[in-house]
């Protein structure tokens, strides 16, 4: 076993590496959409690799007390924290304004007749809303007799253009319309 002590963490942190890339790959360059959730298991295995170099980084700065260098990391990491931070803080509020207008729409469904058990269609968010409304879903298309359409930023699709259209006010996301079966 010749070599620095260091040489196996390295060849590890290295194997970590090229698996990452590997299991990254396929997602980058063959999907033709994007969802960061497929990257997950790439991002799993490049935190360990990151920890080897942030401990390395952290040792040479305490061997050679180099008060800059560990400056320069705090200052680094803090600052990704407050980014972190800040973004989450932010799509936390988002992502709760946006169930509120889950909580409108059922609202709306019930001042107009919709009661479970009922079935709903539309072209967004219509699964949380159903469960907020007590509904199900139908996902055939044209919908097999749905109880109301849930429709943000669209019309009613022609089956359904002789029904009562109700808009949801005050909503976070604008443009929510209700199309509730006679």
């Known amino acids: 076993m010749g070599g620095a002590p260091g040489a196996p963490v390295r060849r590890t942190a290295v194997a970590g590496v090229a698996v990452a890339v590997a299991t990254a790959a396929p997602y980058l360059f063959l999907v033709p959409y994007a969802a960061p959730r497929f990257l997950l298991p790439a991002y799993a295995l490049l935190a360990l690799p990151a920890a080897v170099g942030l401990l390395a980084v952290v040792h040479r700065a305490r061997t050679r007390r180099s008060l800059p260098t560990a400056a320069v990391l705090a200052l680094a990491l803090l600052g990704h924290w407050g980014i972190q931070a800040g973004l989450a803080h932010t799509f ?13 729409i059922a609202s709306v469904l019930r001042e107009h007749g919709v009661h479970p058990p009922c079935v709903l269609a539309g072209n967004s968010s219509t699964i949380p809303i159903a469960h907020t409304a007590g509904c199900t879903v139908s996902e055939t298309d044209p919908p097999a007799q749905p109880s109301a359409l849930v429709l943000r930023e669209h019309k009613p699709p022609n089956w359904a253009r002789d029904w009562q259209r109700f808009p949801v006010p005050d909503t976070y996301n604008r443009g929510w319309t209700v199309v509730v079966r006679p």
């Open 92 to 104: 936390a509020g988002n992502h709760q304004q946006a169930r509120g207008d889950w909580d409108r």
